[in-house]
């Protein structure tokens, strides 16, 4: 399995993604996940998608069919990570070995499913899920110009001081590293951090640009 996008929870409407846009980033097209009561801003580049979302329903979000990946109990909690890494399946056998559950959102065709790690209910971790890889591909017209292109290393930081299962499988994907007994932070970098420039958008955003 690939690194396919990762997602972080915001406020309502997502405004934090205008920080990204003040650094030169294209806005994507964005969408609603029926069933879970949420929807998103997102950000596409050659080979990985940065997603922002934020809860449009909240009745819907705690006890809809999308529930199982625990939206708003990771956002209520002290300890709760923002984060989420998503993977695309790359072989049949990714789907197998893959510690989680199924769960077909309502905006699937019949037949595909994600499959959602079994640390869902940790909240300290991150949200894990592994999609088909028979899924859609990104329109390139929304990908993002230089240095904003090619993305090298995705890092997570987390409380937990242990690694389950599924976040354990996860750390292994390449670009994927996994920081352990940290506060919550995602460190995004592009293009190998060659041009030596950074930028950390928190308070606002638990997330932190190289490039």
Known sequence: MRLDHAFVFTSAGAPEADLLIDLGMREGTSNVHPGQGSANRRFFFDDFGLELIYIT???EARTGPGNVIQSMKRMDAKDGS???LVFRATQEADVGSFPGFPYQPLYFDKGQF????????I????????MPSNL??????????????????????????????????????????I?????????????????????????ELPLVIRW
């Open 57 to 59: 329903d909240e009745p």
């Open 82 to 84: 923002p984060f989420g």
């Open 114 to 121: 994600f499959v959602v790690g079994s640390n869902a209910d």
């Open 123 to 130: 909240l300290s971790e991150p949200t894990c899920v592994l």
């Open 136 to 177: 859609p591909k990104r329109p390139p017209q929304d990908f993002s110009p230089a240095p904003f292109e090619h993305v090298t290393s995705v890092c997570v930081s987390t409380p937990a001081t242990t690694m389950s299962p599924a976040l354990a499988r996860s750390s292994e994907v390449d670009r994927v590293n």
């Open 179 to 203: 920081r352990t007994g940290r506060d919550h932070l995602m460190e995004v970098e592009f293009g190998g951090g060659k041009n030596g420039e950074s930028c950390d958008l928190r308070p």
